[in-house]
């Protein structure tokens, strides 16, 4: 196995890498026709424009929608098969590290650590793959096609969108890194459950270990929940305070003549195709950090036959810094 995260996605999925960077592409570069179409409509109903342009306009605005959409349908089923053919890829390849020879102490804790691999920690490190490099080529292609569209509209309304998004590069991270944390804890933990499992034979627990361990994993979890759903409390607390910088410029602008309102409706539409990818951008760095930690396990799992308790590999450590 490679030492790498991406090392493992490159090599489990190959060239279908590019075909998801292209249709990401396609995606983004038609990201902001809807905006300015939305424009023209507005400013040709206010306007007192032909009925005619704004049956075109709509007209046009359906043909982009379901050829987006439809892109979007193709690309997220073929990124769904390329994390399907990673998690079938890294099963196989825990079975073929099953260690040879050992103590049957050593091989019943190395089989409860294959054991937690190949039914739950392959799936989430496995699906990442299909995802790993178009996801954050689309949203962060998105982002700056909408923000340079907004720009050549009204620079000074831009700064305000492009404010509100400046403090949650600071905070998320740091937030993340306290998920992270938690995340190997949790991992190593079930895996010392597994390795009792099977040490036994079957699910007791004679002498309260398990129970504290099981009582121990849903602190964790609680903890984990805590940050998670706080960062999000704190990422739609800034997008509405984006929203009434919106309605505040906007409005004074058209009040006072220097834009028109189909701008201030543009805006409005470009912040939420901002916060939309913005929070997939968020979600895809949460999953590739919480998915180094968790391949930087599984790889010392499959080098050494088996995981100390609580122990992390060194590229765990090392991603969070």
């Not at 179409?37 to 704004?54: L, P």
């Not at 099963?91 to 039914?119: C, H, N, W």
């Not at 509100?164 to 190997?184: C, D, E, K």
Request: aromatic content about 10%; hydrophobic content about 45%.
């Amino acid at each position: 196995m490679p030492r790498k995260l991406y090392g493992f996605v490159f090599r489990s999925s190959g060239w279908h890498q590019l075909v998801t960077a292209i249709l990401s592409v396609m995606l983004f570069t038609a990201g902001t026709i809807p905006l300015e179409i939305q424009r023209r409509i507005v400013n040709a109903a206010t306007e007192n424009g032909s009925y005619r342009t704004i049956a075109f306009l709509v007209l046009l605005y359906i043909l982009l929608a379901l050829t987006e959409g439809t892109v979007k349908l193709v690309l997220k089923i073929y990124s769904s098969w390329i994390g399907e053919a990673a998690v079938r890829r890294l099963r196989l390849q825990m079975f073929q590290a099953a260690p040879a020879s050992g103590t049957s102490s050593s091989m019943m804790a190395s089989e409860g650590v294959q054991l937690s691999i190949i039914l739950a920690e392959a799936e989430p490190v496995g699906g990442f793959v299909g995802t790993s490099i178009s996801e954050p080529l689309l949203q962060i292609g998105i982002l700056t096609a909408v923000c340079s569209y907004l720009v050549y509209l009204q620079p000074m309304m831009t700064i305000i969108v492009i404010t509100i998004f400046l403090p949650q590069s600071g905070f998320v991270p740091i937030m993340q890194a306290a998920i992270n944390r938690r995340v190997g804890k949790k991992i190593s933990i079930m895996r010392n459950v597994s390795e009792d499992i099977v040490e036994m034979g079957r699910a007791i627990d004679t002498n309260g270990l398990q129970a504290s361990r099981i009582g121990d994993v849903f602190r964790i979890n609680m903890s984990i929940y805590k940050i998670k759903f706080t960062m999000n409390f704190m990422m739609n607390m800034m997008t509405q305070i984006g929203y009434a910088g919106i309605f505040a410029t906007g409005g004074y602008l058209v009040v006072t003549g220097k834009t028109e309102i189909g701008t201030v409706v543009a805006f409005i539409s470009g912040l939420s195709k901002i916060n939309d990818p913005w929070g997939d951008l968020v979600n895809w760095y949460r999953d590739l950090r919480v998915t180094q930690v968790k391949y930087g396990l599984i790889y010392n799992s499959a080098q050494i036959g088996t995981v100390s308790a609580g122990e992390l590999p060194l590229e765990a450590h090392s991603s969070k810094t």
